[in-house]
């Protein structure tokens, strides 16, 4: 055995078996999904063509206004649910930034939703998100509404009669992820020199000027991984509304819940494939570009 192969073989049968895993339950997966999506049917009684095959499969599902409903859900809800989460998260860092008593218990309140699960999550919100309304009928937060003598604030949330009524399933993903979005904020100030603080007051920088011009340049990083890491999380997001909504709600329809109609309800494995595939081009066009880019940050700091 030549001394380079001694070199680079234990590694390579140290890592050998996450390769193979990762090649079978991920790479061939996906090749998988993809032959699907790609493939004819018919239907098994009537012989009636349920899918053409080929990108047709594609531009039939794209072209059908229920899928069209279904993204344009996805839009609503990853936009309220990204600027939600951004805005909660770096308020909350902040303020705990600026040295309040009891830190660490308030981090610890605002960390705690990460720890449950969006389906034990659902099931709390699926009560407080609650369309009923009117005195004994109102339950959760339009029952606070009528507590609080103020009952032209009830609505519907999800279900109600509005094309963007997506946003009110953003709210509980907005309360489950913001402490995240707060601890990476937060590491981030922390990691900035007090030193640069002091000098920007000597030169006589109000507190604002100190965190618009110092402070939150110096988080643009920590801000781009955080849009990145929740928006590939709204995109696919399923088990909370799911939780929420059941899998078959039209009003809080997402391609993911799609999917799962497509799958088990309707039998239609070629659609649930092509819906699957055209999920992983969207979080891929998100993900695939600042991937890249931090290899080029890291290639430029060595």
Same mark, same amino acid.
């Given at each position: 055995m030549t001394r380079r192969a001694r070199n680079w073989l234990p590694g390579l049968l140290l890592v050998s078996p996450s390769i193979l895993l990762v090649g079978?339950? %991920?790479?061939?997966?996906?090749? $998988?999904n993809?032959?699907?999506?790609?493939?004819r049917s018919t239907d098994f009684v009537t012989d009636r063509v349920i899918n !053409?095959?080929?990108?047709?499969?594609?531009?039939?599902l794209l072209a059908s206004s229920q899928y069209q409903h279904a993204l344009f859900n996805l839009l609503v809800l990853t936009v309220v649910f990204?600027?939600?989460?951004?805005?909660?998260? =770096?308020?909350?860092?902040? =303020?705990l930034e600026r040295g309040v008593r009891g830190e660490g218990v308030f981090r610890s309140v605002y960390l705690f939703p990460m720890a449950v699960s969006f389906v034990a999550a659902g099931v709390v919100w699926r009560w407080l998100l609650? !369309?009923?309304?009117?005195?004994?009928q109102a339950v959760g937060l339009n029952q606070l509404f009528i507590k609080l003598h103020l009952p032209g604030l009830q609505n519907g949330w999800w279900s109600a009669d509005s094309r963007f009524s997506m946003a009110a399933m953003a709210l509980p993903a907005i309360w489950q992820l913001s402490g995240y979005v707060m601890a990476l904020f937060?590491?981030?100030?922390?990691?900035?020199?007090?030193?640069?603080?002091?000098?920007?007051?000597?030169?006589?920088?109000?507190?604002?000027?100190?965190?618009?011009?110092?402070?939150? !340049?110096q988080l643009s990083p920590i801000a781009l991984s955080a849009l990145i890491i929740i928006g590939h999380q709204s995109m696919k997001m399923f088990d909370l509304i799911y939780s929420i909504a059941g899998p078959n709600s039209? $009003?809080?329809? %997402?391609?993911?819940?799609?999917?799962?109609?497509?799958?088990?309800? $309707?039998?239609?494995?070629?659609?649930?494939?092509?819906?699957?595939?055209?999920?992983?081009?969207?979080?891929?066009?998100?993900?695939?570009p600042y991937l890249v880019y931090t290899n080029k940050v890291e290639e430029r700091s060595r």
């Amino acid at each position: 055995m030549t001394r380079r192969a001694r070199n680079w073989l234990p590694g390579l049968l140290l890592v050998s078996p996450s390769i193979l895993l990762v090649g079978v339950f %991920v790479y061939w997966l996906i090749t $998988k999904n993809v032959l699907t999506s790609l493939q004819r049917s018919t239907d098994f009684v009537t012989d009636r063509v349920i899918n !053409p095959g080929g990108y047709r499969n594609y531009t039939q599902l794209l072209a059908s206004s229920q899928y069209q409903h279904a993204l344009f859900n996805l839009l609503v809800l990853t936009v309220v649910f990204l600027a939600g989460t951004m805005a909660m998260g =770096l308020l909350w860092s902040v =303020l705990l930034e600026r040295g309040v008593r009891g830190e660490g218990v308030f981090r610890s309140v605002y960390l705690f939703p990460m720890a449950v699960s969006f389906v034990a999550a659902g099931v709390v919100w699926r009560w407080l998100l609650s !369309p009923a309304q009117g005195e004994g009928q109102a339950v959760g937060l339009n029952q606070l509404f009528i507590k609080l003598h103020l009952p032209g604030l009830q609505n519907g949330w999800w279900s109600a009669d509005s094309r963007f009524s997506m946003a009110a399933m953003a709210l509980p993903a907005i309360w489950q992820l913001s402490g995240y979005v707060m601890a990476l904020f937060l590491a981030g100030f922390r990691g900035i020199s007090q030193d640069q603080r002091e000098a920007a007051r000597i030169d006589g920088a109000s507190e604002w000027q100190i965190y618009r011009h110092v402070l939150f !340049p110096q988080l643009s990083p920590i801000a781009l991984s955080a849009l990145i890491i929740i928006g590939h999380q709204s995109m696919k997001m399923f088990d909370l509304i799911y939780s929420i909504a059941g899998p078959n709600s039209y $009003k809080a329809e %997402v391609p993911a819940t799609l999917m799962w109609t497509q799958l088990f309800s $309707k039998s239609d494995a070629q659609a649930a494939a092509v819906n699957a595939t055209i999920l992983l081009i969207l979080v891929a066009v998100v993900v695939v570009p600042y991937l890249v880019y931090t290899n080029k940050v890291e290639e430029r700091s060595r």
